[in-house]
């Protein structure tokens, strides 16, 4: 086990900080299935013979887990370091898949409960904080950029487990058609599922547990300057802990905008396909085919992936302040549109949806720079991990102001754009708060700083020169490492996004 202690992980020489990158995103790549459950939904419902509210209460235990795991391992994140976090997040999430498929074998959806919702989403939380604070500390020039790579990941998830999980089910039961939206595998079919996608993100997630390292005390980038950040507004270079970070306005304020752009997000994302039916819908019959809201679904996956990276890195350059009025400014104007205007042109409705969507992935990305910014990198992973309680709340609120609206304007499958836009404008009154909010935040008070800047089990006995490109300079740099990392994590990333062109292809030749 001391093996996964923090001063067993501090960097030696001749390691790439381009090495941390692709850590992260196994874990994040691994963990983002958790938004390709759709895959078996249907064929878990008909295997339990229940209904999709019982089954998607799995995936609301899960997410729900993951902001309360953030918050209460945080601290201990931090403390002891990436590399037994990450150990611990891949333990519990393969876990969650192998009671999850135990509980399906048998029959006790109990088991799913327990395995996916309750062990899977402790993994959830854990696994995505867990490289967090570790990227933040390689990249203190470029931190924006460094989290949006993480982060991406966790969207990008879905891209690779949808058509894997397909593929799988079809191998599993050869009744099963993963061309067809509308097919139901068996019950084995899913067990076998489980079991494979549990062994291999076990066998991922570990491997990005030993390539991760931490930077020996005192590193940093050549030609990077702390005093340089001190100069820029609500930037700080001294240390916060993370029960101080819960006492400022700061952090409550950076709370409300989180929950206010995520809940925003959802209020689309959760109604994708039937709601671009819906409001092109005429005398009972939609102009867009199955297929073609399919591949809308599937153009909001790169979008929020997108998102997650571009946005980000560009919070380097104009802050990250002024990235938030971004997304929630224009977010209330293409909110605005969607609901006025949204059912005139099925482009003008994807591009509002789109930009929408990827807002919501940008503000995911963007919030762990945010957080390092007002309260610098001491405890940046807890104060991360108490921030994503925005982000289980927001889950809950905004799938119940959609469907609250819709369940009061008709039936499904009989809904036209006007039963969406009583949502959609509150929506927008939610992103105002958001703005507000933001507006409102400023520098953190000295008084809540900590009297001693010490990283929490921080190595001392490590000092190292660098090269100009931010690895720690030695005979050997291990270039090959680098390139192999980056192709493990980005084969399947790129196959996920061909996967997503392909299907995403049908709303553009019909």
Known sequence: MSLLER???????????????PAALAIHLCIGQAYATSVYKTSLVAHFDTSLTAIGFVFSIAIVMLGISAAVFGTWVDEGGPRRAMVAA?????AGFLVGAVGIATGQLWLLYLGYGVIGGIGLGIGYISPVSTLIKWFPDRPGLATGMAIMGFGGGALIASPVSSRLLGVFDDGFDPSDATSVADGSAVVGLFVTLGIVYLVVMLFGA??????????????????????????????????????????????????CNVTAGIGILEQAAPMIQDFFRTAGQSSVAPAAAAGFVGLLSMTNMAGRFIWSSTSDYIGRKR???????????????????????????????????????????????????????YQVGAIHGRLLTAWAAAGIAGPLIINGFLDSAGKPGELTADAYRPALLTMV??????????????????????????????????????????????????????????????????????????????????
């Not at 980038?221 to 340089?228: H, I, K, L, T």
């Not at 963007?366 to 007002?374: C, E, F, G, M, S």
């Not at 000295?446 to 001392?460: Q, V």
Request: net charge negative; proline share 6%.
């Open 7 to 21: 001063e067993r992980t501090v960097a030696p020489p001749g390691f790439s900080r381009w090495l941390i990158p």
């Open 90 to 94: 891949a333990l519990c999430w393969s």
């Open 210 to 259: 030993w390539l991760v390292r931490v930077p020996p005390e005192g590193w940093a980038p050549e030609g990077f300057d702390p005093a340089d950040v001190k100069e820029k507004k609500l930037v700080t270079t001294e240390s916060i802990s993370a029960k101080n970070a819960t006492k400022t306005p700061q952090f409550w304020l950076l709370w409300i905008v989180l929950f």
């Open 323 to 377: 990235n938030y009025m971004g997304y929630l400014g224009i977010g209330i104007i293409c909110y605005l549109m969607l609901a006025l205007v949204g059912d005139t042109s099925t482009g003008l409705f994807i591009l509002l949806a789109g930009i929408i969507i990827s807002f919501y992935g940008g503000g995911f990305a963007t919030v762990p720079a945010y957080l390092k910014d007002l309260f610098g990198t």
């Open 429 to 510: 009154g939610i992103l105002v708060v958001g703005f507000v909010a933001n507006l409102m935040i400023t520098h953190v008070s000295d008084r809540f700083h900590e009297e001693e800047s010490e990283e929490p089990g921080a190595s001392r006995s490590a000092s190292y020169s660098y090269t100009d490109d931010g690895s720690i300079d030695s005979a050997f740099v291990r270039t090959p490492l680098v390139v192999a990392a980056w192709l493990i994590v980005g084969i399947p990333l790129v196959y996920g996004v061909y996967q997503i062109l392909v299907k995403t292809a049908v709303l553009f030749t019909g």
